[in-house]
């Protein structure tokens, strides 16, 4: 039952604000389908943002971010939400 107080939450919601204006352009750019527009893309962000992050705290806690065995991947990881979010194929006539 435990509620932030607005301003502890302030944070997590201009970060959840941020992804969605990010992806909204992905997909307005044709980088991502017209799936990605919606909450479960964030949850998909979320899951392996802290999936990385809790190997790096757990395994690395002195690595900085983007050097060890783990953080550098992440980006491999949002490499693939194009697999998960296909932009439709134009059909040739």
């Known amino acids: 039952g435990f509620e932030p107080s607005p301003d502890a939450f302030e944070p997590s919601r201009a970060m959840v604000a941020l992804q969605r204006t990010c992806i909204a352009e992905a997909v307005a750019a044709g980088e991502l389908g017209d799936g990605a527009n919606g909450d479960d893309t964030i949850y998909v962000i979320s899951i392996l943002l802290t999936g990385a992050l809790s190997q790096v705290l757990a395994n690395e ?8 065995r783990f953080s550098p991947h992440f980006q491999q990881l949002l490499d693939l939400l194009p697999v998960l979010y296909p932009r439709a194929s134009k059909r040739s006539r």
């Open 61 to 68: 806690p002195d690595q900085p971010w983007g050097s060890g």
